[in-house]
């Protein structure tokens, strides 16, 4: 079972306040249509946009009616409501697919990270250079670590000697968010694309 049950009284009290709270959640969510408003009146507005004026949810659904489409609470906070008259089931649709648009928009940054040590070989510094202007290149965020070991500690300034040579060298493509800082034994900094005015 995925949690546990309670069959006491008082467990099936709570479960089932639990699940009615949910369904209120989800319902309050969802916009209110057709017989589901109840308000004792409604300002409304057609389905060319114009609007209608102030009338009782019953009138309002009434029309809707006649012209065969739906009415839909579109501002439930305003005083009177908003209705709108206008068929749901394309509504629905249509804000789906924006929803999918705008999510098929976004672009997701990652925070990538490379690693350097102080005694650091002049290859492998350069190799990991180049990975961090890939990294960048693609529009991600930089992270840029160095761990200290052992008595390494007692030398942070070496440490920052590295990172500020990694920020000049990293410097025409990218601007430092975070300038290098000792946390325990690491020390970080963080870098993102210089954005293309």
């Known amino acids: 079972m995925p949690f546990d049950v ?35 009146e409604v300002r409304l507005i057609s389905e060319e946009g114009e609007q209608l004026g102030i009338m009782s949810a019953e009138e309002a659904f009434a029309l809707a009616q006649e012209k065969d489409l739906d009415l839909v609470k579109i501002a439930p906070m305003a005083t009177p409501p908003v209705c709108k008259i206008m068929d749901y089931g394309k509504f629905r649709f249509e804000k789906a697919k924006k929803e999918k648009e705008a999510r098929k928009n976004q672009k997701i940054i990652e925070i990538k990270e490379i690693r350097l040590s102080l005694n650091i070989d002049t290859h492998d510094y350069d190799f990991k250079i180049k990975n961090a202007r890939k990294f960048l290149a693609d529009g991600n965020k930089l992270k840029v ?50 954005v293309n005015k």
């Open 6 to 40: 309670d069959f006491t009284r008082g467990g099936a009290i709570r479960l089932a306040y639990h699940l009615r709270r949910c369904i209120l959640i989800s319902k309050q969510q969802e916009q209110q249509i057709n017989e589901e408003i109840r308000d004792p």
């Open 145 to 194: 670590s160095i761990r200290f070991r052992g008595r390494e500690m007692a030398h942070p300034e070496l440490g920052t000697d590295i990172m500020d040579r990694a920020a000049e060298d990293l410097g025409d493509i990218a601007v430092v968010d975070k300038p290098a800082k000792l946390e325990g034994r690491q020390m970080l900094m963080f870098m993102s694309p210089k």
